[in-house]
């Protein structure tokens, strides 16, 4: 079983739909949960941070942890064509190893105008 | 403006050629991070380094050589021994991770063509 794991998608939505991204994992020893938001051929904008599990909300995204289940969520409202993009989901330890950021493959979002 | 800059933004190699990729950041970060990234594949660890002349290596660092002279610029090549070089190379710097902070800022990216 892979560490991190993240359906690929593609994920075409119309605009204005909610949006909801996921992944797994199976490490128990991550605390750091974040979502990177990645446009063609750029480098990784970091989107959200949370630590240990509840949810965080910035805007029209909302981050989930559930750490009972190993269950990290994005949500995104009243999604835009400008959303588009891969996401990826990013997690790590705490302690001395807390650098060592494991990431899912990503998920490639479509949002139609 | 702060943030970290990665040049050059394309570069194409000829077999045999080791070749340097530049990074830099403004933001004052202790530690520094070289990923790879390929299609369908998520990002991995090629070295990191969390002071000044220390580095150390990540889950795939072989075929690679990193250098940190200074705290803003973490230089990387890639040498002639690395079997798969072509991809996409991404810089990324973060707070020390001492201090508690994990959250990793990342550069534009360069690609790198092996011809």
């Known amino acids: 079983q892979k560490e991190v794991e993240q359906d690929p998608g593609p994920l075409s939505v119309p605009e204005g739909a909610i949006v909801s991204l996921n992944c797994t994992y199976s490490n128990s020893a991550f605390q750091y949960f974040m979502w990177y938001r990645q446009y063609s051929r750029k480098g990784p904008e970091l989107l959200m941070y949370t630590y240990s599990s509840g949810n965080k909300e910035d805007g029209r995204f909302t981050a989930q942890v559930d750490k009972s289940s190993k269950y990290i969520s994005l949500f995104i409202r009243d999604s835009q064509p400008s959303d588009s993009a891969t996401y990826l989901c990013?997690?790590?330890?705490?302690?001395?190893?807390?650098?060592?950021?494991?990431f899912g493959k990503g998920t490639l979002l479509t949002v139609n105008p | 403006d702060g943030g970290i800059t990665q040049s050059p933004k394309y570069l194409f190699r000829k077999e045999g050629q080791n070749v340097t990729l530049s990074c830099e950041q403004n933001l004052n970060h202790d530690a520094m991070y070289w990923y790879r990234q390929d299609p369908g594949q998520g990002l991995r660890l090629i070295y990191y380094s969390q002071i000044v002349n220390d580095f150390q290596k990540g889950d795939i660092a072989e075929g690679y050589s990193v250098s940190r002279e200074k705290k803003e610029s973490f230089p990387l090549t890639v040498t002639s021994a690395q079997k798969n070089p072509t991809a996409f190379y991404l810089c990324?710097?973060?707070?020390?991770?001492?201090?508690?902070?994990?959250?990793?800022?990342f550069g534009p990216g360069t690609r790198l063509t092996v011809l």
């Open positions: 990324a710097s973060s707070m020390l991770v001492g201090r508690g902070q994990s959250e990793q800022f």
């Open positions: 990013a997690m790590s330890p705490s302690g001395g190893s807390n650098y060592k950021l494991t």
